[in-house]
């Protein structure tokens, strides 16, 4: 049976409010950013989860060492929570996984750009063959 352990963190980025799911199985530890605009409500939230589960765009997997499952006294889990709920921002695991996430669409994109201006480039030599050959031809 695989484990999950979750987290979903809502903070406001100038100018939009974006919400940050980190998650913690078996593959590593994954991590998704969603933009929301005005302030979201809880049952927003839970009803854009709900809705868009399968279309969250996760990160790759981080490998990491397995996480102890271990019971937590309820008092101290309570001040736990009061002080993730304090704004800090996103935990550095989650920055680190959603820019390398975007240095890899950024490698991706300059990737097929390069592919394409060389396709373009290929093109216009093949014809400029073309009219070269057809200028002198006959003579």
Not at 44 to 59: I, P, Q, R
Not at 69 to 94: D, H, V
């Amino acid at each position: 049976m695989q484990k999950i352990r979750s987290k979903f963190t809502v903070f406001f980025e100038e100018p939009f409010w974006v919400g940050v799911y980190e998650r913690i199985c078996d593959e590593g530890y994954q991590v998704c950013k969603v933009t929301f605009g005005a302030e979201p409500k809880d049952y927003e939230v839970y009803g854009f989860l709900s809705e868009n589960w399968k279309d969250l765009n996760f990160s790759k997997p981080i490998p990491m060492e397995e996480f102890p499952e271990r019971r937590i006294n309820p008092k101290r889990m309570r001040r736990a929570i009061a002080k993730s709920l304090e704004p800090a921002g996103i935990g550095t695991k989650a920055q680190q996984a959603l820019k390398q996430q975007q240095e890899q669409r950024k490698a991706e994109t300059k990737r097929e750009n390069k592919d394409e201006k060389q396709r373009l480039k290929q093109e216009r030599f093949e014809r400029k063959q073309k009219k070269r050959k057809e200028k002198h031809r006959g003579h």
